[in-house]
Structures are given as C-alpha cells and as structure tokens.
C-alpha cells in the first residue's frame, strides 16, 4: 500500500503537474488511511484486499473522531482518485472506494435580519444627494423583491412596471419571472430616478438602459453593490455577516412568517426547487421559537 501510494505521488508531481500543496494534501489522506489500517489491522494491506466494507469503516472511523463533512468528503476524494490510478496501473482489480457516497452536506440556517433591523438599514442612506437616494432605492427594491444581487445590477428600465407594481427579474439560467415591487420601494426609485445621472452611453439605450448606475453613469457590478452594504452595515452597527443575499433571505423569512405559503415564496424567489425554498421554513420556526422564548411568561419553565 505504501509503495503504491508513492508511485501515485509521484504520477500527480511528474504527470498531473499538480502543485507542493495538493500533494501534501493527498499525501495526508492517503497516509491517514494507512495509519488507520495499520491501528485496526495491525498490518497495512495491499490496495486490492480492501474491501468497501472496511473503506466504510475507515469513513465511519473519521465520522466518530469529530472531521467536519467537508474533510471526510476531501478524504473520500482521494482515495477515489487513488484507486482509479491503481486500476489504471493495473495495481489492483477492483476499485473498493467506488461505492463510498460523501456525507450529507449539513445546511447552515442563513442568516437574516429582524423587521427593526431591516428598517435601520433601509433608513441609513442619506436622501440629500443621488448616491444616497440610489443606495436606498437599491436596498428598498432588494428587499421588497427578494433579488439576487445579480438580478439587481441587470434591471433595465424597461424591466420596471410601476403602475402595476411589478418588476421583470432576470434569474438564474436567463429565467425570466415577475416579481411584485411593493410601493417603498417605487417611491424610493422614483425619487432616485430625478436625480439620476447617465452616461451618453446608458442614455441612448432608452428603455434598456440599467436601473442604477454608478457615478459616471454607467451600470453598476455585484462588487460595487456589495461595498455599498458594507459601508452601512459598520455605519449601522448590524451583524458583520450581513450581505446583499441576507435581504434576499430576510425576504423570504418575513413572508413566511406572516403566512406566505411556501409555493407563493418559491415562484417569488425563482426557485426551481421547492426543496432550496425549505430551508427558510427553518429559519422561520427558529424566529418564532425566539418570539416566544422572550414574550411569553412561562416559556422558560419546564
């Protein structure tokens, strides 16, 4: 085993040209089985007389001693990749890291702004010059429609529908959907709008030129939008964690916890499956639970 791991380094340095760092990291993993083997066999057998029950039991092994799911999936990786080699080289006959499946991905709750929070944010920029008036009107139709960040620098003027109080998103995979723009935010727009100055280049798009442009009138980047939030959330005070996608998830959170039904919130949100919307529900049922802990009088007795 330990020869054949060697002449596997070996053909990632000599023939993959992989870099000092991803062989020191296969080296890691595929030692660590060795050790493992060695603790729990008292030897260390040859790549072919391993079975997937014992690469099982190694996998299990990582499990019980506490690696996060990333790590035992990079481990499992390597020895995949190992035993293609061994294959390949006619070290071994079977490919016993083949049935092994990576562990469930644990979903972390995004993270989400309170209603008090949100109107602190929404209310930072200043409504006395054009930067400010457009932040605001960004971050009111962020949040009113639950855009990606990425939706939001891709608006066109055309894409606006004020009278109906709709907007014209383009999502993921060029999907198109309508999305409802509630009335803070067109009027936080329109009042962006009188101030608003375009490039000669965005000005003779019409109908197609972008929402919200930057100084020299041009359209903004997800970079530019996301410096902008930074610069009021430390102005604020709120959750360093806080990002364009935390408007996108507090969206979809409040509804939720109003009663939206979880349908509505996925065609509002442009999922295509149901399952991403659910884990909102999630973060919904963790609010209310603090709702309770802290309004009613007997929540903390047992």
């Known amino acids: 085993m330990r020869r054949a791991v060697a002449q596997y380094l070996r053909f990632l340095a000599n023939e993959r040209n992989a870099s000092d760092l991803t062989i020191k990291a296969y080296r890691e993993d595929l030692f660590g089985l060795i050790e493992w ?9 040859a790549p072919g007389a391993l ?19 990333s790590t035992i999936s990079r481990k499992l990786a390597s020895l995949r990749s190992f035993y293609r080699f061994a294959m390949r080289q006619g ?6 890291a083949k049935p092994l499946r990576n562990p469930r991905r644990q979903r972390k709750l995004p993270h989400v702004l309170s209603n008090a929070e949100i109107g602190k944010l929404l209310l930072a920029p200043s409504s006395l010059n054009e930067a400010g008036l457009r932040d605001r009107a960004i971050l009111e139709t962020m949040y009113s429609a639950g855009l990606r960040v990425s939706e939001l620098v891709t608006l066109r003027d055309g894409d606006l529908d004020f009278d109906q109080g709709l907007i014209r998103v383009q ?10 723009l509630g009335s803070y935010a067109i009027k936080a ?16 798009l019409g109908r197609q030129s972008p929402v919200f442009v930057n ?14 939030l930074e610069k009021y959330i430390l102005e604020t005070d709120l959750d360093t964690r806080t990002s364009p996608h935390t408007l996108r998830h507090s969206f979809a959170t409040h509804l939720l916890d109003r009663g939206a039904d979880i349908r509505s919130v996925q065609e509002l949100l442009g999922h295509q499956s149901l399952a ?19 309004a009613h009088p007997r929540a903390g007795m047992q």
Do not use: C, D, W
């Open 215 to 228: 100084r020299f009138g041009n359209a903004l980047t997800t970079r530019s939008v996301g410096r902008m």
């Open 51 to 69: 079975s997937p029950q014992e690469l099982r039991a190694y996998q299990a092994a990582l499990q019980e001693a506490g690696y996060a799911r």
């Open 171 to 180: 999502g993921k995979g060029r999907k198109e959907r309508l999305s409802p």
């Open 189 to 204: 727009i329109k009042r962006y709008f009188r101030y608003r100055t375009r490039s000669s280049k965005t000005e003779a």
């Open 91 to 96: 070290i071994t006959n079977e490919n016993p």
């Open 37 to 45: 083997l060695e603790m729990s066999h008292g030897n260390t057998p």
């Open 276 to 294: 991403t919307t659910q884990i909102y529900t999630h973060v919904s049922a963790a609010n209310l639970r603090q709702v309770y802990e802290q």
